[in-house]
């Protein structure tokens, strides 16, 4: 039997059991939890025993990944072999944070130039937080990142979840190409003490060459020199020259670092400035240490392995189509969105590594809010819906705010007993019992009660934390970046390209001009057309 038949009988074994009684066993919490420990961290507690996953389906699943060559795909791409066969390139984003190592590519040693260019950015920032480097009108009060994609989101994230680090300038970031972001961003600031940061590892994307643009405008009507407030972060020399930014505020990196896995270069170079050189390399040191625990633990003992394992199971075995992430942490917010990328941009792809079409599903459709604010929108359909969302719970055991810990305990009560509840559900047994409670009688009692039943079996895991410091954040962002890298490596698909956004790119540039009314819009669908005339009759 191959490795996909054994987790479908798994998955025919596990559709008459439910997960409750899994947990007769008592040691099962124990055994279906994935504890990572590190000086740099404190504990992280992976929980997965609220799954619908036995000792038989996880060993099912732990034969895959090692059938799909896992461990030699892994120290391939550890090691800077050109795993990114559609880019001919190497992926090597953890050698950003390896900072004591040395890695040869292509017969030279990478690291030297690695930690040069990081010397380069702390020394950048470091003067920038002490107003050596100033603007027009003084010390720099506002810097604002342009980039979009991985030249944002890693950044934008990590900076609304480091807040309580922030003592640096304030940090703006602007993605969308619509002229309300940039607007409703600059509106607010001074230009004579604003630096700009423009992220594009390719420095061709739209977008940010439109915004970066209008930066330099904004900026230069009261600003002479406006060149000396801009800075590039970006692979790109020639082109970042050509812009107008001196070398010396250009900060590079090579083309192994894929876009949405580069916050940990230069394209976090905001993220250095808002919270410090020495947040920034305890963040880095965070996700070194999630490295290390991923080269090194056992699979059944391995952080990424088991998450991976656990949303294989919950996709391609068990055929869920999508998967939610819920951090009950505001200071997570933006992290759904993070993920949405590193997730959906890496693994959603319907071909493999050998060009056959795949058949199982591809990754999941990726989304998520933060606790408890979700609990009040979307989980009603997670609850009582037709479709089963696995749920993936982050929960640190203690907040920022010491005064308000009792919102905290309230925060994480919340959190469990949405697990809980997701699990156990409420039968119909239960729920006529408390209509009854309430005086229903008869047929008008049994619809009440149908109404409140909670199917429950619906699983979920939590991940659980001591606090969400620079470094747990780190540790967090690389479990996930490996979690994908895991998932990719089972499903035999290339998580480092990412065709899927370029015939949306090309057809832009083709409907501009159709849009702009300077070609007729010939030769397009009947709607594309209808569209454009109605959008031009309104006088766009
Ligand atoms: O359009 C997708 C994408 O290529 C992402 O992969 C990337 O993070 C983003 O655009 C931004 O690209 P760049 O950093 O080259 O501007």
């Given at each position: 039997?191959?490795?996909?038949a054994?987790?479908?009988?798994?998955?025919?074994?596990?559709?008459?059991?439910?997960i409750?009684?899994?947990?007769?066993d008592?040691?099962?919490?124990?055994?279906?939890?994935v504890?990572?420990?590190?000086?740099?961290?404190?504990?992280?507690?992976?929980?997965?025993?609220?799954?619908?996953?036995?000792?038989?389906?996880?060993?099912?699943?732990?034969e895959?990944?090692?059938?799909?060559?896992?461990?030699?795909r892994?120290?391939?791409?550890?090691?800077?072999?050109?795993i990114?066969?559609?880019?001919?390139?190497?992926?090597?984003?953890?050698?950003?944070?390896?900072?004591?190592?040395?890695?040869?590519?292509?017969?030279?040693?990478?690291?030297?130039?690695?930690?040069?260019?990081?010397?380069?950015?702390?020394?950048?920032?470091?003067?920038?937080?002490?107003?050596?480097?100033?603007?027009?009108?003084g010390?720099?009060?506002?810097?604002?990142?342009?980039?979009?994609?991985?030249?944002?989101?890693?950044p934008?994230?990590?900076?609304?979840?480091?807040?309580?680090f922030?003592?640096?300038?304030?940090?703006?970031f602007?993605?969308?190409?619509?002229?309300?972001?940039?607007h409703?961003?600059?509106?607010?600031?001074?230009?004579?003490?604003?630096?700009?940061?423009v992220?594009?590892?390719t420095f061709?994307?739209?977008?940010?060459?439109?915004?970066?643009?209008t930066?330099r405008?904004?900026?230069?009507?009261?600003?002479?020199?406006?060149?000396r407030?801009?800075?590039?972060?970006?692979?790109?020399?020639?082109?970042t020259?050509?812009?107008?930014?001196?070398?010396?505020?250009?900060?590079?990196?090579?083309?192994?670092?894929?876009?949405?896995?580069?916050m940990?270069?230069?394209?976090?170079?905001?993220?250095?400035i808002?919270?410090?050189p020495?947040?920034?390399?305890?963040?880095?040191k965070?996700?070194?240490?999630?490295?290390?625990?991923?080269?090194?633990?056992?699979f059944?003992?391995n952080?990424?392995?088991m998450?991976a394992?656990?949303?294989?199971?919950h996709?391609?075995?068990?055929?869920?189509?999508?998967?939610?992430?819920?951090?009950?942490?505001?200071?997570?917010?933006?992290?759904?969105a993070?993920?949405?990328?590193?997730?959906?941009?890496s693994?959603?792809?319907?071909?493999?590594?050998?060009?056959?079409?795949?058949?199982?599903?591809?990754?999941?459709?990726?989304?998520?809010?933060?606790?408890?604010?979700?609990?009040h929108?979307?989980?009603?359909?997670?609850?009582?819906?037709?479709?089963?969302?696995?749920?993936?719970?982050?929960?640190a055991?203690?907040?920022?705010?010491?005064?308000?810990?009792?919102?905290?305990r309230l925060?994480?009560?919340?959190?469990?007993a949405?697990?809980?509840?997701?699990?156990t559900?409420r039968s119909?047994?239960?729920?006529?019992?408390?209509?009854?409670?309430k005086?229903f009688?008869?047929?008008?009692?049994?619809?009440?009660?149908?109404?409140?039943?909670?199917?429950?079996?619906?699983?979920?895991?939590?991940?659980?934390?001591?606090q969400?410091?620079p470094?747990?954040?780190?540790?967090?962002?690389?479990l996930?970046?490996?979690?994908?890298?895991?998932?990719?490596?089972?499903?035999?698909?290339n998580?480092?390209?990412?065709?899927?956004?370029?015939?949306?790119?090309?057809?832009?540039?083709?409907?501009?001009p159709?849009?702009?009314?300077?070609?007729?819009?010939e030769?397009?669908?009947g709607?594309?057309?209808?569209?454009?005339s109605?959008?031009?009759?309104?006088?766009?």
């Open positions: 039997m191959d490795n996909w054994a987790l479908r009988a798994c998955k025919q074994a596990s559709a008459t059991r439910r409750t009684d899994l947990f007769d008592p040691a099962r919490a124990a055994e279906f939890l504890t990572l420990s590190d000086a740099a961290t404190g504990p992280v507690h992976f929980d997965y025993s609220k799954t619908n996953i036995d000792a038989e389906t996880r060993a099912a699943l732990i895959l990944a090692e059938a799909s060559g896992l461990e030699s892994r120290n391939a791409m550890f090691s800077g072999e050109k990114n066969v559609t880019e001919g390139r190497a992926v090597l984003h953890t050698a950003l944070r390896n900072l004591d190592g040395s890695l040869e590519v292509e017969g030279e040693d990478v690291m030297p130039e690695v930690r040069a260019t990081l010397a380069r950015m702390e020394s950048f920032a470091r003067d920038l937080r002490d107003g050596r480097i100033r603007g027009a009108g010390r720099i009060t506002d810097v604002v990142n342009i980039g979009i994609g991985g030249s944002d989101l890693g934008a994230m990590a900076a609304i979840a480091l807040a309580p922030h003592d640096g300038p304030r940090c703006h602007v993605s969308n190409v619509d002229g309300a972001h940039i409703d961003v600059l509106d607010g600031i001074d230009p004579e003490t604003t630096l700009v940061i992220a594009s590892k061709t994307t739209v977008e940010t060459m439109t915004n970066a643009e930066a405008a904004w900026m230069a009507r009261t600003v002479r020199d406006p060149a407030q801009f800075v590039a972060l970006s692979t790109a020399q020639d082109k020259t050509a812009f107008g930014i001196d070398p010396a505020r250009v900060f590079g990196f090579e083309d192994w670092v894929g876009g949405r896995y580069s940990w270069g230069p394209i976090g170079l905001s993220l250095m808002a919270i410090g020495m947040n920034f390399h305890a963040f880095l965070g996700a070194s240490v999630m490295d290390q625990h991923f080269l090194t633990a056992d059944a003992q952080m990424p392995v998450l394992l656990v949303g294989v199971w996709r391609q075995v068990l055929g869920h189509p999508t998967r939610a992430v819920l951090p009950y942490d505001q200071r997570l917010a933006r992290l759904p993070y993920l949405q990328q590193l997730e959906m941009e693994n959603g792809k319907r071909v493999a590594m050998d060009g056959k079409e795949l058949e199982i599903p591809s990754g999941p459709v990726v989304f998520g809010e933060p606790g408890t604010n979700g609990q929108a979307f989980y009603q359909l997670i609850h009582q819906g037709t479709d089963i969302v696995p749920c993936e719970f982050l929960l055991a203690k907040s920022h705010e010491p005064a308000l810990a009792h919102h905290h925060l994480a009560a919340n959190c469990l949405q697990a809980e509840a997701l699990m559900g119909l047994d239960e729920a006529k019992a408390l209509m009854k409670a005086g009688k008869g047929a008008e009692l049994l619809m009440q009660a149908k109404h409140r039943v909670f199917p429950g079996n619906r699983p979920s895991t939590t991940l659980v934390y001591p969400l410091t470094a747990m954040l780190g540790a967090i962002v690389a996930y970046e490996h979690r994908v890298f895991v998932e990719g490596v089972v499903l035999g698909i998580s480092f390209d990412q065709w899927g956004v370029e015939l949306g790119k090309e057809l832009a540039v083709q409907l501009l159709m849009v702009e009314g300077t070609k007729p819009a030769g397009r669908d709607s594309t057309q209808a569209l454009i109605a959008l031009r009759d309104m006088g766009i």
